[in-house]
């Protein structure tokens, strides 16, 4: 089984940072993706950023220019630098790992709030 743990979430004020990270129990390496989505209450799962194995980059335009998506492989782990953050960006965030499937992690709590 592939389990993906997930870490940093928290309470942060406007314009603070966090940095998410997400942990895979296999490598990252083979050809696949890996990326982070959020959801709030009521509303659908939406792509946040996301890396290819080949390190192509997309971003949601929401947050473009202020979230960073990267991947250090021989730790198996891909990290969402989150700065400027805003209250629209308080969601539950996802981690994503896709190699010939997807596999989801758990989800950690990103609140915005002063």
């Known amino acids: 089984q592939v389990q993906l743990a997930e870490s940093g979430g928290g309470l942060v004020q406007p314009g603070g940072s966090l940095r998410l990270s997400c942990t895979a129990s296999r490598s990252i390496s083979s050809p696949g993706a890996m990326g982070w989505h959020r959801q709030a209450p009521g509303k659908q799962r939406e792509l946040v950023a996301v890396i290819d194995s080949g390190g192509s980059t997309k971003y949601a335009a929401s947050v473009k220019g202020r979230f960073t998506i990267s991947t250090d492989n021989a730790k198996n782990t891909v990290y969402l630098q989150m700065n400027s953050l805003k209250p629209e960006d308080t969601d539950v965030y996802y981690c994503?790992?896709?190699?010939?499937?997807?596999?989801w992690g758990q989800g950690t709590q990103v609140t915005v709030s002063s």
């Open positions: 994503l790992l896709v190699q010939g499937r997807s596999y």
